[in-house]
């Protein structure tokens, strides 16, 4: 079956450091891929998405590409700041979907410090 | 801008009680979603709906159920809550069609039962 798995986190860095969180999914066909980010006390919100292999994603400094190699699609960014910190969320919808049903992956914290 | 609310931010409710969460969005999105979320599995799918009135099972439907008598209204109802219900809900709407992989998040229901 379809299914998204995320790095472990949390992940703590300093404020400008490189950031990485690692996605990897399992799908039949050819998904979109997706992250979404938590801010707290808040729902979840869009980030960036892509929708087709070689596909980058880009937002607010972050980015993602689509590998379908290595079914990967790691979120990046080169320098984080204290208002990164928050709960990111892989996810995939599957090509074959016809509902808008989307898988999550089990979230990394991130946790910047000044 | 798209707005999802959800009737309470926190909830505390005894065991065996019915309990109702209401979401309401204002954009005329025809998918609307249950999820909940738990540290360390992410967001798991409930229920979601695709029009008025219908609703098909997520990933874990037992000890739930949901209504949907209008466009803009999501419903999901603990039939007899139980300690194991104790999470976070989030509802979320998007629209059908080649967009319909956007969803758009409420702030969340924090729901304790004791």
């Known amino acids: 079956g379809n299914s998204v798995t995320q790095m472990e986190g949390p992940v703590t860095l300093s404020e400008e450091a490189f950031l990485t969180i690692n996605c990897t999914y399992t799908?039949?066909?050819?998904?979109?891929l997706f992250w979404y980010v938590q801010y707290p006390g808040e729902g979840l919100q869009l980030l960036l998405k892509a929708t087709k292999a070689d596909d980058k994603g880009s937002n607010k400094g972050f980015e993602a590409t689509y590998r379908k190699e290595t079914t990967s699609f790691h979120l990046e960014k080169g320098s984080v700041q204290v208002s990164d910190s928050a709960v990111y969320f892989c996810?995939?919808?599957?090509?074959?979907?016809?509902?808008?049903?989307?898988?999550f992956g089990q979230g990394t914290t991130l946790q910047v410090k000044p | 801008d798209v707005k999802v609310t959800q009737s309470s931010r926190y909830l505390v409710k005894r065991t065996g009680e019915k309990v109702f969460l209401e979401c309401v969005q204002d954009?005329?999105?025809?998918?609307m979603f249950w999820y909940r979320q738990d540290p360390g599995l992410g967001l798991r799918l409930i229920y979601f709906s695709y029009d008025v009135k219908m609703k098909e099972k997520g990933d874990i439907p037992e000890g739930y159920s949901v209504s949907r008598e209008k466009k803009e209204r999501f419903s999901l109802i603990l039939e007899s809550a139980s300690t194991n219900q104790t999470s976070m809900y989030l509802c979320a709407s998007s629209l059908s069609g080649p967009d319909q992989e956007t969803q758009y998040f409420g702030p969340g229901t924090r729901l304790l039962v004791l």
């Open positions: 954009m005329d999105h025809e998918n």
């Open positions: 799908a039949t066909g050819y998904p979109s």
């Open positions: 996810a995939l919808r599957a090509g074959s979907s016809n509902t808008g049903k989307l898988i």
